[in-house]
């Protein structure tokens, strides 16, 4: 307090008001010394904390993106046997979890139409055999 008894705040009608950053500084200069100490520990605990979740977030991310290098490369290696494959993986990611579905396949309405061309060729043959 001043010597009028009033707190040291600033006034709502001040010229720059007050950010986020004065308030916390403000704050932390006001802390004793048991009070800072609490403080200083629980913000280095929270530094460590978010760097090992860095650090893991790093490495699913590098394993991610290798064993999806691995999943192109074992399709590529079917697609060059022929052949219909699927391949479904799913993959922990930094961000969390990603599938991924890979598949070759003829189309199955080409296998339709060739029977139905294979009957009616057998059809057509009949129709000849029994005109004679």
Excluded at 56 to 62: A, D, L
Excluded at 86 to 97: D, L, V
Aim: charged share 30%.
């Amino acid at each position: 307090m001043d010597k009028d008894g009033e707190e040291l705040a600033p006034k709502k009608g001040t010229l720059f008001p007050l950010t986020a950053d004065d308030i916390l500084d403000n704050a932390l200069q006001n802390l004793d010394e048991r009070q800072a100490r609490d403080v200083t520990k629980k913000a280095a605990e929270e530094v460590v904390r978010v760097a090992v979740e860095k650090r893991m977030s790093e490495h699913r991310s590098g394993a991610a993106q290798a064993e999806m290098q691995n999943l192109i490369n074992n399709a590529n290696l079917l697609d060059r046997r022929g052949g219909d494959y699927k391949i479904n993986s799913t993959f922990e990611t930094a961000s969390g979890t990603t599938s991924v579905e890979i598949r070759k396949s003829k189309p199955t309405w080409t296998i339709a139409v060739a029977l139905i061309a294979g009957m009616l060729a057998v059809l057509l043959v009949l129709v000849i055999l029994s005109a004679r």
